[in-house]
């Protein structure tokens, strides 16, 4: 029987554009105004459509980083407006108490890893980090064979100053249509070089004193089918279909990996550094649109022949 233990990478690609966490970030940190974060960081306001994609990318990126135990996203702190987007990054040199879960010992009668954040705090910032991942194998020596799976659920929060939260749970919860979806995910390992991803019930919030910022729930439709290998230096997502629902704006987004376009990582990043996705809205937002990734953070988003830049910068 043979095992997968791969080598963790540690990213060192940086953010060029205001993204939508680093924006909830940002907001969260200095009290600001949408309109201020815009002079200030030089970017527009963060869309919907980049509400999404950056949600759905870095939901699926964290389970499978998780279970292929990649180590968090590693960012350059020079920039004070970056750094806020590498606190939600959690490097292992800056937080050695907040670590994935793959880097615990495995609980052999049971065939879980786990980890428990009690208010890790990121550098000198008020910023706190509070709450679980845990990952429940099929083979109790927490490894996965073909035929085998993991189970990832997960409920945490990073607590800024000024009341702001932002959270990512697996927990039953409604989307804006009242559809009940939880439990988080499951990883299958179907053959030597492949598994398949099954988005259970992911969710996405981020208030500020009792004020909604962003509330986003994703769920497959159809498992999503990794080939090569689970570690990013060999990732290919190659099929599959993710629903993503925007409970504020209310509008849905179904996301199919575009045929012979398929998604690819590589060791220094956590997100896709090309291939394709197609999508389909329904709701306040309708029609096809299109999103390519081009590079390590950074994606195109075209729907009516238009196309607007989408950057990613945190890892989940």
């Given at each position: 029987?043979?095992?997968?233990?791969?080598?963790?990478?540690?990213?060192?690609?940086?953010?060029?554009?205001?993204?939508?966490?680093?924006?909830?970030?940002?907001?969260?940190?200095?009290?600001?105004?949408?309109?201020?974060?815009?002079?200030?960081?030089?970017?527009?306001?963060?869309?919907?459509?980049?509400?999404?994609?950056?949600?759905?990318?870095?939901?699926?990126?964290?389970?499978?980083?998780?279970?292929?135990?990649?180590s968090f996203a590693g960012k350059s702190s020079r920039q004070k407006i970056e750094s806020l987007v590498w606190l939600a990054s959690l490097p292992q040199s800056e937080a050695t108490s907040c670590v994935r879960p793959r880097a615990t010992a495995c609980q052999t009668n049971t065939g879980t890893q786990s980890v428990e954040f009690s208010s890790c705090s990121i550098e000198s910032r008020a910023f706190?980090?509070?709450?679980?991942?845990?990952?429940?194998?099929?083979?109790?020596?927490?490894?996965?064979?073909?035929?085998?799976?993991?189970?990832?659920?997960?409920?945490w929060s990073i607590q800024g100053p000024r009341g702001g939260k932002i959270q990512s749970t697996s927990a039953l919860r409604a989307d804006y249509r009242g559809t009940q979806i939880g439990g988080g995910g499951r990883l299958t390992r179907n053959a030597t070089s492949e598994w398949q991803h099954e988005v259970l019930g992911h969710h996405k919030l981020a208030t500020r004193n009792g004020r909604n910022l962003m509330d986003i729930s994703m769920r497959t439709l159809s498992p999503m089918i990794y080939s090569g290998s689970l570690s990013r230096a060999g990732r290919q997502l190659t099929s599959g279909q993710l629903e993503v629902n925007h409970n504020l704006a209310k509008f849905t987004s179904t996301l199919t990996v575009a045929a012979g376009k398929p998604l690819v990582w590589s060791s220094s990043c956590c997100h896709p550094v090309s291939g394709q996705l197609d999508v389909s809205l329904q709701g306040s937002q309708s029609g096809q649109a299109s999103v390519e990734f081009q590079s390590c953070g950074a994606a195109v988003w075209t729907k009516n022949g238009l196309s607007q830049s989408i950057s990613l910068g945190y890892c989940d």
């Amino acid at each position: 029987m043979t095992h997968s233990n791969p080598n963790p990478q540690i990213p060192t690609s940086r953010a060029r554009f205001l993204t939508p966490l680093l924006a909830v970030l940002a907001l969260l940190a200095a009290g600001c105004e949408k309109e201020d974060l815009k002079v200030a960081a030089g970017s527009s306001e963060p869309t919907s459509e980049a509400e999404v994609i950056e949600s759905a990318i870095t939901g699926l990126s964290g389970q499978a980083d998780d279970a292929a135990g990649e180590s968090f996203a590693g960012k350059s702190s020079r920039q004070k407006i970056e750094s806020l987007v590498w606190l939600a990054s959690l490097p292992q040199s800056e937080a050695t108490s907040c670590v994935r879960p793959r880097a615990t010992a495995c609980q052999t009668n049971t065939g879980t890893q786990s980890v428990e954040f009690s208010s890790c705090s990121i550098e000198s910032r008020a910023f706190t980090l509070t709450g679980q991942i845990s990952l429940q194998y099929s083979n109790n020596s927490c490894f996965l064979s073909v035929g085998e799976n993991v189970r990832r659920e997960f409920d945490w929060s990073i607590q800024g100053p000024r009341g702001g939260k932002i959270q990512s749970t697996s927990a039953l919860r409604a989307d804006y249509r009242g559809t009940q979806i939880g439990g988080g995910g499951r990883l299958t390992r179907n053959a030597t070089s492949e598994w398949q991803h099954e988005v259970l019930g992911h969710h996405k919030l981020a208030t500020r004193n009792g004020r909604n910022l962003m509330d986003i729930s994703m769920r497959t439709l159809s498992p999503m089918i990794y080939s090569g290998s689970l570690s990013r230096a060999g990732r290919q997502l190659t099929s599959g279909q993710l629903e993503v629902n925007h409970n504020l704006a209310k509008f849905t987004s179904t996301l199919t990996v575009a045929a012979g376009k398929p998604l690819v990582w590589s060791s220094s990043c956590c997100h896709p550094v090309s291939g394709q996705l197609d999508v389909s809205l329904q709701g306040s937002q309708s029609g096809q649109a299109s999103v390519e990734f081009q590079s390590c953070g950074a994606a195109v988003w075209t729907k009516n022949g238009l196309s607007q830049s989408i950057s990613l910068g945190y890892c989940d």
